[in-house]
């Protein structure tokens, strides 16, 4: 009851909390009753005693009033934890510490003065311990201390004053209040402790009846303190597929168990069940795996401790539900977070944490690993001609042939798209690396048949060793796919592994792409302007107009750079529209019947403002529409042939010309002549290159192109003539048109304006 132990059955811990819980309540009362008492005694020991003592002694009382102060409030919250011995400790020392405080004036002042004050004094001392009696009945041992301390210190000094009466008295009343503040403690804790009981009861009946308004919970379980099935529900029975005489008394674990109480092997789950039963601790939405009738279940168990109202434990209750479904859905989310639903395997993030633990090993065990990105080259043009389903089927087959070549040092995932990683967990032998991205490349070159279609896709790797090319996920990762972009942009079907290099030509790039993106505004593109001649009269019959960039900060930046990175950021579309414009004004300077030809690009043809543009440019220029020659490549119609060709035939049907150039380099298909009509056909320099050194390719090319043009009505244009043999060969073959450097490079707008005044040019066109 005071504190000073605790007996061996009982949570005492839990009760000492309850008992001390109501100290920083009243800690201030004290504080407030105490101070002013020990002003009452300054002011009768005021003149009687030296004042140096009587303000050490007032200062003694403050500083043991704080330290009570302080202690009293660390067990703010004491009812809701058990309290520790050091704490009661603690409060005890506090106690003491304030007797001994209030013992000093009768110790050590009652020998220098006289029997009136100290009576008064004793009056005083007197209302402090019925007052603390009365402000900490809880905690009987406070007031025991305080009126057995100062209480005996003051009886011993009115004896040894030769005040036998007063020292009965005090002696007498000092006993009076330890007893009344014992019994008073007893009834206040038992009072709490039956409170407490109450309320848990009311807890746990709330918690049933609102587990069960919600539908949350099933059934109701009970079990003794030896954790054997008590009570049992018809619900209850019925989850465990028994009958509830044969499971009346049966251990709880062991029901649940199944099989697993014969081998030992019991799931995590059931031990931390077991372990909480163990320990007598509270639990809530507790998942635990089960086995009734030889099925794997998931129950959701809450269960709370029960108590006698002695305080003595007397087992557990709860509620639980059988979740197997809601489980199974949670398991089937958390694969979905992991894998691919295309082609099951893992997805990026489950990629992104076997490389982080992955670099952690290389840390641990001092080895390398590897992370390898894959691009699929031409899938793009099997989707967009195919379609997308085609295109899945197709990206189902890549991971089968992935998941071949791999062993258990390697995972493989989707990143999105055709693109694919591999992981190599441990690539301390960096060949392995490069015959893993090998066997890769052999396989996914191998010819597909999805759905009566003979499909041909390559691969691209590039790859990246940790920690050498980076020691976190990211830049591993990030330095993987630069050397993907190296392996991309030398054509496909390769591997390539990083290089610093690689970081450098990126920087490169971006600094590019930065430049680019405000060379329009600040006016750094011009205009050239090559000639294109007829075959027979060498006449100039049109100019095809060439992009020219001058950055003040990069110098003068090659076409086959800048061109290629304004279509990856589709920055052409902007770019073609000023190409356009610029280039019907300058041949609005030209005679009527020479043409301005004009390259666009597939992205232009994909923006749904290319006819407004053509018409707004010849518009603003005054342009006849019959002078302005739109030249584009095949591989415009792979990413999406429909609307490409759609919005060449709105030009058409302005009255612009339609060329077709780099016949026979790329994806040549009869198709696009069928559906198509186009004004010429140009010839690539390689074919006319090639007819020179008399290769047979080479000259049946051309002769088939010129034939074909000729039977649909179509002019021929041989591209990338420099030699007077070249420009023979081509005479030769029948192409009408011919460009090159040998007929003139490519010019600014005012000297292809001098050309037409010029006498050479006159005399021809006279012969013409």
Known sequence: MLGVTDPAEGDWGRLRGLQYSTLPGAGIGRSVSQGVAALALGFFLMGRIPAAILALWLVIVGAGLFNAWRIDQSLIGAERRRLSSAEIKRQLLGSIINALTWAIPFAGFGFLIDAQILV?????????????????????????????????????????????????????????????AVENGRRDLTAKVAHVGMVEKDEVVSMLLREFEEGEADWLWQVDTGRRVRAISPRFAFALAREAREIEGLSFIQLIAGEAWETGQFPSSLHDLAERLKRREHFSNLLVRVSIAGQARWWELSGTPKFTDEGHFDGFRGVGSDVTEARENSDKIAWLARYDTLTGLPNRMMLTETLGEALADVERWRRRCAFLMIDLDRFKAVNDTLGHHIGDQLLARVSERLKEQLSENELCGRLGGDEFAIVIRDASDLDHVKRVAERVIHRLSQPYEVDHHTLFVGASVGSAIGPRDGATVETLMRNADLALYRAKDSGGNVHYSYEPALHAHAEERRRLEFALRRALDS??????FQPVVDATSEAVTNFEALLRWNSPALGPVSPAKFIPLAEDTRLIVPIGEWVLHQACIAATHWPEHIRIAVNVSGEQLLDQSFAATVVSALSASGLAPQRLELE??????????????????????????IALDDFG?????LGYLRKLRFSTIKVDRSFVQGAATGNAESLAIIRAVVAMADSLEMSTTAEGAETEKEVEIIRQLGCRKIQGYYFGRPMAAHDAEALFRSRHYLSKQTAA
């Open 120 to 180: 008064k004094m004793w009056t005083v001392l007197a209302i402090l311990m019925v007052g603390t009696a009365m402000l900490m009945p809880a905690v009987p041992m406070a007031t025991v201390l305080f009126a057995g301390i100062a209480g005996g210190t003051a009886a011993a000094q009115f004896a040894f004053s030769g005040m036998i009466d007063m020292a009965t008295i005090s002696a007498l009343f000092s006993f009076l209040v330890i007893f009344g």
């Open 665 to 669: 380099t790329g994806y040549s298909s």
């Open 632 to 657: 584009v490549t095949e591989s415009v119609f792979l990413r999406d042939g429909n609307q490409a060709r759609a919005a060449l035939e709105q030009a058409m049907a302005l009255g612009c010309k």
């Open 523 to 528: 006016n750094e593109f011009s205009l050239v």
